[in-house]
């Protein structure tokens, strides 16, 4: 087949047995150099160094639009879907909050609210993990990172629950958006009548912050907190499912895991890689013949991370999960200036999950015999269902 061949594949809303996108993305990419999806209409890069180089090219690769399917977007994600230098503008403000050094002081505090995620389950022998405990700990530690109250966490597990469509006979609520928006307006709205210590409290901290020498407009504020929020909480549960789904299908790996909590960053490394669940798209600011792919002006193309990392030319035996592999030079967070701002929270929240699920319960397996089941888009489980001997 031609490199720029046209074909039709839903990459977005298919529900499908539980690694099976990842199997066609990988089928994908070896047809495929890139391809148009006419589902959707827009470009699809499937290989890592075309993808790495699409990244680090953001004055043709913009990023005026980051959903393939939605080239004119009446939302605004910031600091996504700003352009340099205004990005990094952006970036300064908040970089410091997210730093490792910054993470590091929360470290202690994020092990603990594992722990107590974990601690009342273990009596019960049996839970769906995604319900259980991915979908409170990612939001305790959000509100903890962000200086928040921890009794605000029943309205964030509520409204990601709503938006994803989790909520069993519920499919996604997108008034969950505005309930999310509303809130951060009221909690800015009281930061600025009354401020908290802008060390602690991150919504403080913006409302006192200036871009181009003005105070950081309210709009901008909102739009981040939100940003914030959605790549916070929804991503983390998926991304944790994923790394429990592993370890419970792979005893060898649990039990490695369980005896040797050294392993555990470098097996969330890989988890990261062999399961990846975010794509990125761009919008082109030009015409371009992309290494013999004809792209125009304003078309959409879809960075496909999922198989950029699983990509045989970058890594050796890409299809294995090798839990000590090194070194192991993913792109799961993006690359170049638009890597995710809160990639090394992540790494500290998957690593502290682990550290003391494992410290408590470290043999476990699947509890179904049924198929489970993976929805495309931000690719996840819905259910987890685990067992251990109570």
Not at 197 to 217: A, N, Q, R, Y
């Amino acid at each position: 087949m031609a490199d720029h061949a046209s074909i039709e594949v839903d990459l977005s809303s298919t529900v499908a047995p539980a690694t099976e996108h990842w199997k066609q993305m990988d089928q994908l990419r070896e047809a495929h150099r890139f391809f148009w999806n006419t589902k959707g209409g827009y470009w699809v890069l499937t290989r890592y160094e075309d993808i790495r180089e699409a990244f680090n090219k953001p004055e043709l690769f913009s990023n005026r639009s980051i959903v393939a399917t939605d080239p004119n977007p009446a939302y605004r994600f910031l600091p996504s879907f700003s352009e340099p230098p205004q990005h990094m503008k952006y970036r300064h403000l908040m970089n410091g909050w997210f730093a490792p050094a910054s993470i590091k002081r929360h470290a202690a505090r994020i092990a603990e609210l594992a722990r107590e995620t974990v601690s009342p389950l273990v009596s019960q022998g049996h839970a769906d993990f995604i319900t259980a405990f991915g979908d409170g700990f990612p939001v305790k530690v959000f509100l903890l990172v962000m200086g928040l109250p921890l009794d605000d966490a029943g309205f964030f597990v509520s409204a990601v629950q709503r938006m994803s469509g989790d909520t069993p006979g519920h499919p996604s609520d997108m008034t969950a958006w505005d309930d999310i928006h509303n809130y951060w307006a009221q909690m800015l709205a009281s930061r600025r009548t009354s401020p908290c210590d802008p060390h602690v409290d991150f919504v403080t901290h913006l409302s006192l912050c200036e871009l181009d020498g003005e105070p950081l407009p309210d709009v901008d504020i909102l739009d981040i907190l939100v940003t914030l929020t959605l790549g916070s909480l929804d991503t983390i549960k998926n991304q944790l499912g994923w790394c429990f789904y592993h370890l419970a299908t792979h005893p060898d790996d649990r039990r490695r895991v369980a005896a040797m909590p050294e392993l555990i960053p470098s097996a969330v490394e890989e988890f990261l890689r062999a399961y990846p669940i975010v794509g990125m798209a761009r919008k082109l600011n030009e015409d371009t013949d992309f290494h013999g792919c004809p792209m125009k002006k304003d078309d959409m193309v879809l960075l496909s991370i999922p198989a950029a990392t699983r990509d045989p030319r970058q890594f050796a035996d890409a299809d294995r999960v090798l839990i000590d592999r090194s070194p192991n030079r993913h792109i799961a967070f993006g690359a170049s200036e638009h890597r995710c701002l809160g990639s090394h929270l992540a790494r500290c929240e998957l690593q502290s999950a682990i550290r003391e699920w494992h410290s408590l319960i470290p043999d476990y397996r699947l509890d179904t015999d049924d198929q489970l089941l993976a929805h495309g888009g931000l690719i996840s489980l819905r259910s987890l269902p685990l067992a251990w001997a109570p």
